[in-house]
Every structure is written in C-alpha cells, then in structure tokens.
C-alpha cells in the first residue's frame, strides 16, 4: 500500500527526478509488434478480419457490425431520467466550455494589400473509440464527441466493442450518449480493430476513412494508434490514468485519500501518487486510503493499483520541491491543496488539468466540471495537451498581397533567394514586374 519515496534532504536533477518518479511499467513498443497483424488483417480483409476479431476478443458472432440510427435513439428509452439529467448537464458544460477553446479567426496587415489571415479549419471526418471492458465509458463518449461538434467537424463515426450480454451491441450506456449528442454512425467494433477501421475505412459496412482518431483505450488501442499515425492524425496513446496530489498538512487527508482511490478504482496500472513536506501528513493519508480502498466496491483493483510501482507517497522538503517532483512527472491530473494553492500553480508547468484546492477533486473533472477529461498521460503532459476543440483544428494561413505589396519586396526576396541558392524563388517574383527597355 503507497510506498515511500523520501526526497527530503535531496535535490535532485531533472535527469534524476525522470528517473525516480513512479511509472506504470507499460510497453507500448512491444504490444504494436502484437496487434500489427490486427491492423494488417482489417487493412486487407476489412468486414471479415473485424469478425473475427469480435469472436476471439468479445466472444461475439453473427451481430451487425454497424448499429441501426433507430436503435440507438431507442436506447434512451432504458436511461434513467437523473443519468439522462446528469449528462445532458455535462453535455451543456462542455460545450460552452469547448466552444471557448475555437480561437477566432484574425488578419495581420503588414501594409496595404498585404495580409495574411489565420484560420483553424476544422477536420473533415472523425473516429471516436470508446472502450468496453471494465467500466462502461458514456463520458468519454461526450468528452470526444462533443468537443468535436464544438469544433465544427461535419462528419463523426463512433466504434465500441460488442457486448456479448448485449446483442452485439456496444454497452447501453454508450448509445445513451451517443443518442443525446446526437451522433446515428456507430459501430460495435473494438480494440485494435476499431482503429485499423477508423483508418483504412469498412466500405461492406458503410464506414468510410476518418481523418483523426481520438478516445480512451488499453495499452493494445494505444498501440494500434502508433502503429497508424501518419495515415491518420491521432489525439495521444493514452495510457492508464493517474493522479499526483500535492498537499500540506493544512489540507484534509480524508479529501486526499478519497481522490487517489477514485482513480485507483479505473484499473489496476492506475496511478495514485500523493507529493507532501509532512510525514505525519502522509500517514494519516495513507491510513485512510487503505480504509476507503478495502471498502469501495472495486475494492481489489483498487487496492492492487495503490500497491503498485506507479503508486507512492514521495516526501520532499517544501512545496517548491513538490512542484518541481510535479513538473518532472507531468501528471495527467493534478490536484494542489495546500494553505497557499495560487503560489504553487505558479511553479507549475506540466499538467493535463489542474484542480484547485480540496472542493475541486480529479473526479468532478472525469463527470461535470465542464472541463475535459481526455488527458495526457505517462509524462506526455509535459510536451502535449488534453483532448479540446483544437485537437480537431488546423491552423491555416491565406496570404493575400496585391501587386504594390509584392513589389515592394522584390528585393529582399531576390536577395534571400540569392543566399540559398534558389534563384527561382526570386524570379518567380521578378516575372511578374518585366522592366521597360529588358
């Protein structure tokens, strides 16, 4: 249970700090070697590769790959009206929320008749993937889908695997939010296979090729996006989740232990890692995770994830120190409690979301925080941001200059076109200006 790691009377490097803090033990190298074959096969065979994989991986036969529109707004007709309520409120959060991170569109005026006007165009097709095995996901699939309506994308096709218990169809609740966001192209497809089809497109089945592919998955559906990026743009290979909290021994341990748990109970690799400059703070933290672990209702996976490599206390001297362990591990979420949270956010760097003070836990943030909870993980927080609307925009800039603006830089284009030696570039310029008496 939450081992130790003491960093007091340390300092580290960052080399070092890498190398010290807690990570699941994950090889995505390895598990592409094992689905490439996967992908191949639906590359090549497409509806019968997909079959085949739904009999060896979900125990599912005979059932249509593709879910009739008229299903999945039937399936509303099994929601519970407060799970309905619920996401029909977190589907109205995020939407504001998203529609805020579409940048307007804006024009630089150099001079008269020259401008440049930087546009973000949204993709034209995308891929959703929402898992199906431990947990049912319908706010992974609002988090992607909406986001993407947000950003203005006309075409959205989302793949689930086949629920043997379900008829071939993805999990109910799944269809419930695809239902309320609207989305009629859904597939009972899953893991690697899902991906290969996002990218190479079914045509048996009417699923034709996206353009990106997001959404959460397990170490196979991450390495099934490695092993197709470049033929499709992707969100991240999102690994299993974690959680770094940082915390004095002004803040409660009973919030603190009741956050690691709630992302302790997503898996057995998930990651709960809890960063103080108390000791006595840190037992009585650790004292209660073990009673709310033992008591939850996923109580062994919870219980196996706190007890895992990935998960530590790591004691260090003071908060800077904790913000510094912090920004080496570039949590997926992090949460600050401490008796001054706005001075550590501001030694902060490298975080998917960062949730303030003890009111503010990781979980409202998974639900109706507004915000979205498709995060980077395993330290690409420190180079790479969460899943938004601009995950399905493209920065494009048009240039336009009239015939005095180009002239006017016929000279220095000459003359960088001189110095690299591409004397074209600059005649392409000087064409348009033949001198009198040349």
């Not at 580290?12 to 390895?30: I, K, M, N, Q, Y």
């Not at 992908?39 to 509806?47: C, N, T």
């Not at 805020?100 to 097709?125: L, Y």
Request: hydrophobic share 45%.
């Amino acid at each position: 249970m939450l081992r130790t790691i003491d960093l007091r009377g340390k300092d580290p490097g960052r080399s070092e700090l890498l190398r010290l803090v807690p990570r699941a033990a994950v090889d995505t190298a390895a598990a592409v070697e094992r689905v490439k074959p996967l992908v191949d096969a639906v590359r090549e065979r497409g509806e019968a590769a997909l079959r085949e994989q739904a009999r060896d991986f979900d125990g599912v036969e005979g059932h249509a790959l593709r879910v009739p529109a008229e299903e999945i707004a039937d399936s509303l007709r099994s929601c519970p009206p407060e799970v309905r309520a619920a996401l029909e409120r977190l589907i109205e959060r995020l939407r504001e929320a998203s529609a805020a991170q579409v940048p307007a569109e804006r024009t630089t005026r150099f001079a008269d008749g020259a401008t440049i006007v930087q546009r973000w165009q949204p993709v034209s097709r995308v891929g959703l993937y929402a898992p199906g095995g431990k947990a049912a996901y319908p706010s992974s699939v609002l988090m992607n889908a909406v986001s993407a309506q947000a950003a203005g994308v006309p075409a959205l096709a989302l793949a689930s695997p086949a629920q043997r218990d379900g008829g071939g169809r993805p999990h109910e609740a799944v269809l419930w939010a695809a239902a309320l966001a609207g989305l009629e192209e859904v597939y009972a497809i899953g893991g690697a296979g899902a991906i290969a089809a996002f990218a190479f497109g079914v045509p048996s089945i009417g699923l034709e090729p996206v353009d990106v592919v997001t959404g959460p998955g397990n170490v196979f559906v991450a390495a099934a996006k490695r092993a197709v990026t470049g033929l499709v743009g992707i969100d991240s290979e999102a690994g299993t989740t974690e959680i770094l909290i940082i915390a004095d021994d002004s803040a409660d341990p009973d919030f603190v232990a009741a956050d690691l748990v709630s992302q302790a109970e997503h898996d057995e690799a998930a990651a709960s890692v809890l960063v103080t400059d108390s000791a006595e703070f840190a037992d009585r933290v650790r004292s209660r995770v073990e009673q709310r672990a033992s008591g939850t209702r996923h109580s062994a996976r919870a219980l196996e994830a706190l007890g895992g490599p990935q998960s530590a206390v790591i004691l260090v001297d003071d908060l800077p120190a904790a913000a510094r362990v912090s920004d080496a591990y570039g949590p997926e979420h992090l949460e600050i409690q401490t008796r001054d949270d706005e001075g550590v956010l501001g030694l902060i760097s490298n975080a998917g979301a960062i949730f303030m003070g003890g009111y503010s836990p990781v979980s409202l943030g998974d639900y109706l925080a507004g915000s979205n909870h498709v995060l980077p993980t395993g330290g690409t927080a420190r180079f790479a941001a969460g899943l938004g609307a601009h995950t399905f925009l493209r920065p494009q800039q048009i240039v336009r200059y009239d015939r005095e603006a180009l002239e006017a830089l016929e000279a220095p284009q000459l003359a960088v076109a001189g110095a690299e030696g591409l004397p074209a570039h600059g005649e392409a310029v000087s064409a348009r200006f033949p001198r009198r008496g040349a």
